[in-house]
């Protein structure tokens, strides 16, 4: 089926309609073109629907009343969220503008922290087929798979191999709902039409045992493929990829770590594609950087930087850390001795014989300790390291809860009087420290923000709004812009202009309150935001580009799907 059939026509009269050619119970399982009751009257007879459905017809806003009823009468997460997506399931149009009026409240449902939980009972919980599911023995027949596959123009794609899910792990084939969930926020974001998105979990087995011998799992059950066996099956899947969806932007997520920084730079140049562990995470930790040395009155330049937790995110988050230092005016290798990395070993020093590759931009010297009160030589603690740099910006990405303690604030207050203190990490149980505490560790100094979502915190007689540091503020608007300019290649660059971009979304009474992003409420306006901005950036050296002659701001607006019913007619 086309996206054509998915879209808004104009009569001679210039009535907007939608052309639709399904009848009866068809139609009615559509997920994209289902209405539920509120079918009208000439629809009902058009389509063959009369005693389908029950004979009132609702309007749209007493449907929204309903589902946000049914939605008010549960108290667990986890059934909110099948709930949710049961109505997803049925009607996307109702799904995507009841969660568009109730953002705040449903994101954390819908994608994380419950999407973790989700995840990891995927297969006890499992309801209706989306998406794709390419196993090593069925990679090559991508091509039948997609003859069958309801929408021929796919714009983006998701696709995880479910090793390193959240904060959680390795889930095997229940890591589905990290795309399913990534592609919701794409669709409510950027208002990418959901007939163009491709959820895909590449099915390569598990090294979770409780999963392997759960008699429900739904996944392949043998050992994870990996080494030289591994990469052919990703050489594969991207050569299909690039024959049957050319058109479409690739987002990598939740691969471990090395296979994450292998696939982005193996494959970056051969079609658009990107990581958001990566870069979506830098980028939006960056925007939250950029907004905390404004609070300070600094410069990016003036701060020393101490990332803990040197995996995707860690090492995205110095990455683009270190394009916004190189943006204002440094040379990189000033910019990166600005940067200190820490994984479960300590401090990152070049000295290490298995040094990971991905490491070695932000590898330090053994010199750099000489002279350190160290418990054992060559090495750092997260403490020993505070001690003895004089680190500003401390931000967690460890994914272990409680790391970071009230003698690291206190020492970080005697080199700043404004310490910017990031604890990234999510689940909520994986923050590195709770906002509440590094309040009152630093007298209500510290600019906070975290991962995961939490309540204000009011510390003396000040009230502190927790921004969250979501990659959900990036990802949607990049993924637009690079749809829109047709890009080739995802680049660094765009990032950059990304993590402005939303800088600039914050309001100037935030700032002065400390806070650092926006509200997810603001999520759309933000996203067409960052979309217009790195659309400006990628074009403007491109004269030529058709995007020159167009009001971009009022055709990019126009270019994102908005959830409400059309009138239908029968083709």
């Known amino acids: 089926m086309s996206i054509e059939q998915y879209l808004k026509w104009q009569d001679f009269e210039g009535n907007e309609f939608r052309p639709v050619s399904l009848v009866g119970v068809d139609l009615l399982n559509d997920r994209i073109l289902n209405k539920g009751t509120a079918f009208s009257e000439e629809e009902r007879a058009a389509f063959h629907l009369d005693g389908l459905v029950p004979p009132r017809v609702q309007s749209f806003e007493d449907q929204l009343d309903r589902v946000y009823q049914g939605y008010l009468n549960i108290e667990d997460d986890i059934q909110k969220y099948i709930f949710l997506r049961s109505l997803q399931d049925r009607n996307e149009t109702l799904f995507y503008a009841l969660v568009a009026q109730h953002v705040e409240e449903m994101a954390p449902i819908i994608y994380t922290p419950t999407v973790g939980r989700a995840c990891q009972e995927f297969s006890h919980r499992y309801q209706k087929p989306r998406g794709m599911y390419i196993t090593p023995e069925n990679v090559e027949s991508m091509g039948e798979m997609v003859h069958h596959f309801p929408s021929q123009d796919i714009k983006i794609i998701v696709v995880t191999d479910s090793q390193g899910i959240l904060g959680i792990g390795d889930q095997g084939v229940g890591g589905m709902g990290i795309p399913i969930g990534k592609l919701s926020l794409y669709t409510l974001g950027a208002g990418i039409h959901p007939a163009c998105c491709l959820p895909i979990a590449l099915d390569i087995g598990t090294n979770n045992d409780e999963l392997l011998n759960d008699p429900m799992y739904l996944g392949i059950q043998q050992k994870r493929i990996s080494g030289k066996e591994y990469d052919l099956f990703i050489e594969k899947f991207v050569a299909q990829v690039k024959r049957y969806f050319p058109r479409a932007l690739l987002q990598w997520e939740d691969f471990s770590k090395s296979n994450a920084f292998n696939n982005l730079h193996r494959y970056v140049d051969q079609l ?116 003895n740099v004089e680190v500003t910006v401390l931000l967690g990405t460890c994914g272990v809860g409680s790391s970071f303690k009230e003698g690291h604030i206190k020492k970080m207050l005697s080199y700043t009087e404004r310490p910017i203190v990031f604890p990234l990490s999510n689940p909520t149980s994986s923050c590195e420290a709770l906002p509440e505490d590094l309040y009152a560790w630093s007298n209500g100094k510290a600019i906070v923000a975290t991962g995961s979502p939490f309540n204000d915190v009011t510390y003396g007689e000040q009230l502190f709004r927790i921004g969250q540091g979501n990659n959900v503020f990036i990802f949607p608007g990049v993924g637009l812009a690079a749809i829109l300019t047709k890009i080739q290649t995802v680049t660094v660059n765009m990032f950059t202009t990304a993590s402005y971009a939303l800088a600039d979304c914050v309001a100037e009474e935030d700032l002065e309150a400390g806070t650092v992003f926006p509200k997810i409420k603001d999520l759309q306006e933000v996203s067409l935001y960052v979309a217009i901005e790195v659309i400006k950036e990628e074009i403007k050296d491109d004269v030529d580009h058709e995007l020159h002659t167009k009001e971009l701001a009022e055709y990019v607006e126009a270019c994102m799907w908005k959830p409400t019913y059309l009138p239908y007619r029968r083709v």
């Open 272 to 387: 658009p594609s990107f990581n958001d562990d990566i870069q979506g995470t830098g980028a939006v930790v960056l925007a939250g950087i950029i907004n905390g040395v404004k609070i300070k009155k600094e410069k990016l330049s003036d701060q020393t930087y101490l990332v803990y937790g040197a995996g995707a995110g860690g090492v995205g988050v110095a990455d683009q850390i270190c394009a916004g230092l190189v943006r204002e005016g440094l040379e990189l290798k000033e910019a990166q001795d600005k940067i200190f990395i820490l994984d479960s070993r300590g401090l990152v020093f070049e000295d290490r014989a298995d040094l990971d590759e991905y490491k070695k931009s932000y590898a330090k010297p053994l010199s750099i300790a000489t002279g350190w009160d160290v418990a054992e030589e060559g090495k750092a603690s997260l403490t020993e390291v505070i001690n």
